[in-house]
Structure formats: structure tokens, C-alpha cells
């Protein structure tokens, strides 16, 4: 076809209900792009509502009219397929747009052989149009699909934009929140010379699954229904990347083939090597993904900018000169914001010596931190290592820690569920992930319940443990690590907050709180802890028995507002269908006596057996519980009680309140009036 020429597809077809075109390009150097978009205009030539816009931000429409099916690499480049079926096309769209855009300060001048084809439903090629003359423009209309008198036909437009897909958009009544320059100027001063790149993720976040999250829902009339909140504008904006979760297949000959890494593990052999390693590929990542650096950084009060990492750093100190394991700088409008790295790996445990040294140096120098980094995990009120301050001196200089689980956890959000700017960080992150996960590494995160254990665990058994015993009391620390270093690793799968639950008494503080739990564990022998996942139905419990070696996660739902109680239960153990057996069920009940019980195995057959039997006690809720025996050692071993209730929390979740919050309603306020 020729520039301005149409066609109607019935006379090259008689299988037009669905089509596919594609658009198409070379690139001389193998690296140039573009993105497809579609718009569904109305007889006025403007599209209904924002919705009628498809780009790779919502790619796909809900009635299955348009889906974006991606790219196909070609000999020269890339094409990029669109699926239409004209049969569901809504009866108010007129006309259908296809568009083609490049992302930034990129021109379509700069690709080779720009052109549409388009097949039918069998994949018979029925039409190609080659659109020459594109030297300055960054937006393309290729062409489009209308309807005359109940016919779908194609025009061939070949018509080029010079604001790229945002003007193109605004054009047909799109009304954009942001062009992509602008929003790649704000990621790139919340990431290098923002000030703000901790704030929760923008509406392009690629987690979002819902197409509404991308494109809201369309525009209510005025004074049509109630007032609702402002709809989100569609962002022209690139979704951030983010690695796949499916693994992809392998090409190696047999399992004993090892990828390469970036980072290999193989050398490692001492402790000091391992740290040497550690900090230099951390630091290196940091510097390289400004959203990963800043992301570690931005707590410890160090501004949005320029970040340069340097290892092995010698500095005087008195007669012998000291060299921290790392150097953080970060520039922000000529000024330097400094802290110095003390690493630690393999769960050593942080010399005080040290870091009052580099505390000294950082104060003499005018630097503003100095940053632990080790498998422990820092409480609040409870520091890890103890300093002097030397109050004479004007400068300050502040005392930060950073475990590696966190770490671990940072880059894991933003692989899998926040994204990156581009691939090649994605991939950083990932070689950075990997190394810290190899059982070589030594970056394990909290692994050792501490020399207080062992005794404190006999204590229990043969009921010589005293309240007031300092051993309860550490214990009980390690216990909140431990269960502060779960919520990460559970957080960092789901992409959600995890976080611990803290309750006490109103004015109590952090070592009043932990010396109650102390005496709550030589009394009754547990250690208990609740973790608040963002979107579970309630709260996590975990209880840790020291007398019987049990451990239980369980959670309390709260019942239905409407309904019958005898639908609840059935609804309740449908719901459960592929949770374990050995599932406790509990039914809450306002009467102080407890409610019925018994297994999900014994329940599934009889659901009314979860109703109290005078039919007259309200039900509140049920609580959910799982069982298992925890381990006994202290160390990193398949047995060691760290690694089974990191286990159980994960299993009771997966196997448990994933199906619980996609079942059970929640309890809503009642209505005034």
C-alpha cells in the first residue's frame, strides 16, 4: 500500500473477525526500538474515556478487542505484534489508531525500513505498507482500522509525530499526567539529584497487575452518582524492568555445568576474604544502580546524588594508620556527604575497637557516618556495638547499622517487584542477590541464637530458669531479630510490607518491653511474636514452646458482617481445599468457654461441626493454626530452630493465609444513619 490509500479487508479476506498487525523495523546498530500503541476513537475522532489508550503501561483490554502481544526479533530488528478482534470492538468506537513511539531524545530517522503488515485470522499475509520520510519524528501513525456501513476497512496513514507518544495521545483526548521526558527528569533526580527516591511506588510500577492501576476506570459525567476520588491520569512513562520469576531453560549440556557470575565464590576461603569481596561487590552495585544505592543510603540521612564507593581506603589514625573495609561519597550540589563501612560476614560479630576508631576519624575529618554492615540484625534501643561520643566536639558524627538480610531484601524488591531503570541494572542486582544467597558468601543474615541459648533452653527443661536472669533477657533480643529478619525475607518474596508487631502497656519503652517478655519466657517457657502483613486478613502469630519444641503460626479471622454461620464454615473449609491436613480450625466465640475445633481432615466432610452447639453463641472469627517441631541447634544446620521457624512462618503463609485472604470478607464498619 501507498501513503493515504485504504482497503477494505472483507474483499482480501473472508477471515477478518480478528486480525493481527505488526509494525516493524531494521536498526543498523542492533540496539534501536520502538513501542507500539492503539487507540479506540469515537465519530468526534477522540477516544472515549483514558481506557481506549494501549501502551505498554495497559496492554491489554478487558472485553479482548486489542492485546498487545509484544516482541518478535526479525533478522534486522524487532516487530511488534497487536492482536484485534473486530467482532468485540465496542459499537461507540469509529476508528482504530496504530501507533508507533521511541522513548526519549530517539528519532524513527535513526531506523531502517519502518513498515506495517497485517495478516488475518488464519495468519495470511494480507497487506504490507512501507513509510518512508520519518528522519525527525519520535511518534508514528501507521494507519488505521474504521468501520463504513458495517465493514471494517484500512487506511494507510504513515504520519509523524514530533512530541512523541504523550503528544500523540493529548492529540486524541488523552489527558496524560506526564510525558516521558518528564518523568525520566523526576526518576532521575529522586535517583541521582532528587531528594526523594524512598517514596511509595508511582502508578507505573511494574507490580501492579491490574490494568486499572495503569489506566483508571473511565471518567463518571458530572453529577452522575456519587462524588468519587479523582481518577489517575494514564503515564506515558516506561514501566520500570523487573526480572521474570520463571526461570528460563537452561542450555547446559548436564547439571554439573555452573554459569558464569559476575561475582564467583569459588576463591573465597577465609574470613577476611569474604569480607574484601562482600564490600567491594556491594559498593560497586551501589554505585552502578543509583536506585539501589540511594535506597540503602537515604535512612542514614545522606542526600540524593552523584554516589562514588571506594574499598581498601587507608587513613591516619595516631601512629598506625587505619583502613575501613569501604568509603561511601555522595556529591549533591558541591557538597560531599561521607560515611565509612566496617563489613563484617560469616556471623563475626563487630569489634568495639574498630568502630570507635573509625567513629574518631570520621569526627576528625568531618565526615558525617560510618556504617556498620554484618549478619546481625540492630533493635532499637539496643546497639550492637557500644561508642563514645566525645561531647567537646562540634562535629557529630552518626552510628548506622545495615544487616545483610536487609540488603538482600532491598535488591529483592526491586528485581522482583519495583523495578529498575534499565536491564543491564536488573541484572546487576541479580548476580548481587546471587552472591549473597551462596552458601559461600558468608552474607546469611542472623544465624546464631547466642551463647545464652543452650542454657536457657536447659533452663526450661529442668525448671531451674529464674525470672531477672540476664541469659532470658538475650534471648529474648536474639528472638527479635530473628523474627525482624523473617518479616524481611517474607517481605522481600511478596513484595509487601512485613512487619513486626510490638505490644505494650503505653509508656513502655524498648528494654521494659524486652525484660517482660523475659520474664513471660521463664514463667511460661515461649517466646512469642505477631508479624503484620500488608493485605492479610489478620494478624500472623508465631509461639515458640521451648518445653514441648513446638512451634505455631496461626492467625484469627474475623467472621462475615452478613450471611448464615453454617455458610461461613462451608465457605471456610472450601476455601482450604489445598491447605495441609493437619490445619487447626478454631471457632471464636463471645462466651469465655473456647469454641468447637478440630482438624481441616476431619472437617472437610463436616463443616457444621464448626458451629456451637446451642446455636445461640455468636461467632466472632476463627483462628487458624499449624503445628511443628523446631529444631535444636544453634547454628545454620536444616535442624536449627532460626531455620525452622523462618520455615514455618513461610509454609503457614503460602499454604494458609494466602487462601484465607482471597476467601474471607472483611469485617466493615457499620453504616450511620
Given amino acids: ?332 550540589a558541591g557538597k560531599l556527604w561521607t560515611a565509612l563501612v566496617e563489613t563484617k560476614t560469616n556471623g563475626n560479630a563487630l569489634k568495639a575497637d574498630q568502630v570507635q576508631a573509625y567513629m574518631d576519624i570520621a569526627a576528625r575529618r568531618g565526615y558525617e557516618a560510618v556504617i556498620t554492615l554484618s549478619n546481625d540484625v540492630a533493635l532499637e534501643g539496643s546497639p550492637l556495638v557500644d561508642v563514645k561520643i566525645d561531647g567537646r566536639r562540634k562535629h557529630k558524627v552518626a552510628l548506622w547499622h545495615l544487616s545483610w538480610a536487609e540488603v538482600a531484601y532491598q535488591a529483592h524488591m526491586l528485581i522482583r517487584h519495583e523495578g529498575v531503570g534499565n536491564a543491564a541494572h536488573a541484572w546487576l542486582l541479580q548476580e548481587l542477590l546471587h552472591y549473597l544467597q551462596h552458601e559461600n558468601s558468608g552474607c546469611h543474615g542472623f544465624q546464631n541464637m547466642g551463647p545464652a541459648w543452650v542454657p536457657v533452653r536447659n533452663g526450661i527443661d529442668d525448671e531451674t530458669l529464674c525470672q531477672g536472669d540476664p541469659r532470658a533477657r538475650e534471648v529474648v533480643e536474639s528472638w527479635e531479630r530473628l523474627i525482624r529478619q523473617v518479616c524481611l525475607g517474607l517481605g522481600g518474596e511478596l513484595g509487601q510490607k512485613v512487619l513486626p508487631v510490638q505490644r505494650s502497656k503505653r509508656g513502655m519503652g524498648p528494654e521494659a518491653r524486652r525484660s517482660h517478655l523475659a520474664d513471660v519466657l521463664c514463667i511460661d517457657g515461649k517466646l512469642q511474636a505477631e508479624l503484620r502483613i500488608e493485605g492479610a486478613p489478620g494478624v500472623l502469630a508465631v509461639n515458640a514452646d521451648l518445653r514441648t519444641g513446638k512451634l505455631r503460626t496461626s492467625i484469627e479471622v474475623a467472621a462475615p458482617e452478613q450471611g448464615y454461620p453454617l455458610s461461613w464454615a462451608k465457605r471456610l473449609v472450601r476455601r482450604l481445599a489445598d491447605a495441609p491436613a493437619d490445619l487447626h480450625i478454631e471457632t471464636l466465640v463471645e462466651a469465655e468457654t473456647g469454641g468447637p475445633r478440630g482438624t481441616l481432615e476431619r472437617l472437610r466432610p463436616e463443616p457444621a461441626d464448626l458451629l456451637p452447639k446451642d446455636g445461640a453463641t455468636r461467632i466472632t472469627g476463627f483462628r487458624l493454626s499449624l503445628l511443628k517441631s523446631m529444631g535444636n541447634s544453634r547454628g545454620n544446620a536444616e535442624s536449627g530452630f532460626i531455620r525452622s521457624v523462618d520455615d514455618a512462618v513461610h509454609r503457614f503463609y503460602g499454604a494458609v493465609v494466602v487462601h484465607v485472604d482471597r476467601a474471607t470478607p472483611r469485617r466493615t464498619a457499620p453504616k450511620e444513619g
Fill in 1 to 332: 500500500m501507498i501513503k493515504g490509500s485504504n482497503v477494505a479487508l472483507a474483499t482480501l479476506s473472508e477471515n477478518v473477525g480478528s486480525v493481527i498487525v505488526s509494525l516493524g523495523w531494521g536498526s543498523p546498530t542492533g540496539e534501536g526500538d520502538a513501542d507500539v500503541s492503539v487507540l479506540l476513537l469515537d465519530a468526534n475522532g477522540k477516544v472515549r474515556t483514558d481506557a481506549d489508550f494501549y501502551f505498554y503501561n495497559n496492554p491489554v483490554a478487558a472485553d479482548g478487542s486489542v492485546q498487545l502481544l509484544g516482541k518478535t526479533p526479525t533478522a534486522d530488528g524487532n516487530e511488534d505484534r497487536i492482536s484485534f478482534d473486530l467482532t468485540a470492538v465496542p459499537d461507540g468506537v469509529d476508528r482504530i489508531v496504530i501507533a508507533a513511539s521511541r522513548y526519549g531524545e530517539a528519532r524513527f530517522g535513526e531506523l531502517e525500513e519502518v513498515r506495517l503488515s497485517l495478516v488475518d485470522g488464519a495468519g495470511e499475509a494480507l497487506l504490507r505498507f512501507l513509510i518512508e520520510d520519518v528522519d525527525a519524528v519520535s511518534a508514528i501513525i501507521f494507519g488505521e482500522l474504521y468501520r463504513r456501513a458495517g465493514e471494517w476497512k484500512f487506511r494507510a496513514v504513515g504520519q509523524g509525530y514530533d512530541a512523541g507518544l504523550a503528544g500523540l495521545a493529548m492529540d486524541f483526548g488523552v489527558d496524560i499526567d506526564d510525558d516521558a521526558a518528564a518523568v525520566e527528569a523526576a526518576d532521575e533526580a529522586a535517583t541521582g539529584d532528587g531528594t526523594d527516591a524512598t517514596a511509595p511506588p508511582t502508578a507505573d510500577a511494574p507490580n501492579r497487575a491490574a490494568l486499572a492501576d495503569a489506566v483508571p476506570p473511565p471518567r463518571q459525567p458530572d453529577g452522575d452518582g456519587p462524588t468519587a476520588k479523582p481518577n489517575r491520569r494514564p503515564r506515558t512513562a516506561k514501566k520500570k524492568v523487573t526480572l521474570p520469576k520463571v526461570v528460563k531453560k537452561t542450555l547446559a549440556e548436564n547439571e554439573a555445568w555452573r554459569e558464569a557470575r559476575l561475582f564467583p565464590l569459588s576463591a573465597l576461603k577465609s574470613d577476611r576474604d569474604r569480607e574484601m569481596r562482600a564490600t567491594s561487590v556491594l559498593l560497586s552495585v551501589m554505585a552502578q544502580v543509583p536506585e539501589f544505592g540511594r535506597r540503602l543510603t537515604a535512612g542514614f540521612g545522606a542526600p540524593a546524588g552523584r554516589m562514588e564507593t571506594f574499598t581498601e581506603v587507608t587513613l591516619p589514625h595516631g601512629d598506625a594508620p587505619r583502613r575501613p573495609d569501604g568509603v561511601i561519597r555522595v556529591e549533591r
